[in-house]
Each structure stands twice: as C-alpha cells, then as structure tokens.
C-alpha cells in the first residue's frame, strides 16, 4: 500500500485534483468523487507504467504546499488490488441450478454466462463498463 499526496482545487464543476508526484490530473464533483478519482488515476497511470516496464515513483513523505481555498491530502492505493480488479479474464466456473430452469433458459436462447453476469453485476451494484 502506497500514500500519495495530492491537491484538491475548487473549480466550476467541483474539484480538480493535482498529483505532483506523479505529474498527472484528475477532477471530481465534489470531495469523495475527487478523491475516488484521484486513486483511479494513480491506479492506471502507474498500472501502465508498469505494464510498459518503467518504475513508478515512490509518494512523497510531505504534502505539497497549497493556495488559500485548496486541500492537501493522502490518497491510498493498494496497486495489486487495483491490478486485480481491473482483471476481466473469463474463468470457468461450474454452477448447479434446477433441471426444468435449464431447459427453459436453453429453450429461449438465453446465455448461462452473460444471465449470470448480468445477475452478479446487479447484486454487487457494480457499474458495468460500456
């Protein structure tokens, strides 16, 4: 797990987020939404730099200075973790369910994968990407 130091900056559609370590932006709509952004941004900057064999920075251990109005904070990102949900390798996986749920499934066409996909992405309250 790795902290960086970021900078949140008031602007018209909420803030925008400076990660000087690392010399990228970001923005969010308000605080939360700039912070989750801020950590989605340092996961995929630093996912490709490593993917393309290049070191990623270490975080800096002070936080940058900041104008009157801005907020200087640590933004936690665990990259592993951010590898691993961004992995959408298909993988086997052997479900049981009733004989006469199969045969009407089958009889409409309908895809074992893609219903229960579809299923987990909606009890999880997963947003699926377009």
Excluded: H
Excluded at 16 to 31: A, E, F, H, K, R
Excluded at 41 to 54: K, L, N, S, V
Excluded at 67 to 82: K, M, S
Aim: charge should be negative.
């Amino acid at each position: 797990m790795k902290a960086y130091p970021i900078v949140l900056s008031p602007c018209e559609v909420g803030f925008l987020v400076s990660i000087p370590d690392l010399d990228i932006d970001t923005q969010g709509s308000d605080v939360a939404e700039a912070l989750f952004m801020a950590r989605d941004a340092i996961g995929a900057w630093a996912t490709f730099e490593q993917d393309m064999g290049r070191p990623v920075p270490e975080p800096s251990t002070s936080l940058p200075p900041t104008a009157p109005g801005e907020i200087a904070a640590y933004v936690d990102i665990d990259f592993d973790a951010y590898r691993k949900d961004l992995d959408t390798t298909a993988v086997r996986t052997n479900v049981s369910l009733p004989r006469n749920l199969k045969r009407k499934a089958e009889a409409a066409g309908l895809s074992f994968s893609s219903v229960l996909q579809e299923a987990l992405r909606e009890k999880l309250q997963l947003v699926e990407a377009k």
